[in-house]
């Protein structure tokens, strides 16, 4: 094997519209073929591979992909921090932002607005801390309905910051939800939390763990995980 693929092997990378991206590849035991998707902010490509799928496909099927990717990539909206007149995304909802130094500082969720006041140049931090308490509030909520339905004990629950996941489920000791599941709507936000709930039961992707996922989850588990594909990097435009 030639030394630039020995090394592609070991850290596999794709030069994707003049940026290296790192590809996360991982094997699925019921994936039938390879799929490839971009994840929302654009910081690596993820291959989902059979079982006996290998490293070397990965890398042969991505760069057949370069022109789909690049496209895929300038679709990306640029990252742009929240300001006096702009608006804001929770829960689904498009929030006008209306500052005035007079305001209190703590935002304040009005009818179609969030009004604060205080210094400017704080207030995309302010905003931010917003969001992530009212996530934490409302996904407490939602782990504690899921895991009486899964009659579960309540694990540790912590914000995620994460770039490339939405959810993630440590044993039965804790669980991560991404913060910014909080400008997504309702349905879409709790179906990520019933899904790492059904983690507690099922640690995989098996039947028995969709089974009960639609069991527990009240929507429609296709839908929300379309919304995610098609609009989940929408949730990274406000906040890098």
Aim: with cysteine; net charge positive.
């Amino acid at each position: 094997m030639i030394d630039w693929l020995r090394q592609d092997m070991q850290h596999p990378t794709i030069a994707v519209g003049g940026r290296d991206l790192p590809l996360a590849i991982r094997r699925h035991p019921r994936a039938r073929r390879l799929t490839m998707r971009l994840a929302p902010d654009g910081s690596e490509v993820r291959i989902t591979l059979p079982q006996w799928g290998r490293t070397l496909d990965a890398l042969v099927f991505a760069r057949s992909r370069v022109e789909w990717l690049e496209r895929q990539l300038v679709t990306i909206p640029t990252a742009a921090a929240p300001a006096p007149g702009g608006t804001l995304s929770y829960r689904g909802q498009s929030l006008e932002i209306r500052w005035d130094a007079a305001h209190p500082r703590k935002p304040r969720l009005l009818e179609g607005a969030l009004q604060l006041g205080g210094a400017q140049e704080t207030l995309a931090t302010r905003l931010r801390r917003w969001l992530e308490a009212e996530a934490l509030d409302l996904l407490a909520g939602d782990l504690a309905h899921y895991c009486a339905l899964a009659g579960q004990r309540m694990p540790e629950l912590r914000l995620s910051r994460a770039q490339r996941r939405w959810g993630s489920c440590s044993g039965r000791n804790c669980i991560r939800i991404n913060w910014r599941l909080v400008q997504a709507p309702d349905p879409v936000r709790r179906s990520v939390v019933a899904h790492e709930v059904a983690h507690l039961v099922h640690f995989d992707h098996s039947p028995a763990f969709h089974a009960l996922l639609r069991e527990l989850f009240e929507g429609d588990v296709k839908a929300a995980d379309q919304w995610l594909r098609r609009e989940g990097r929408s949730l990274y435009t406000t906040f890098c």
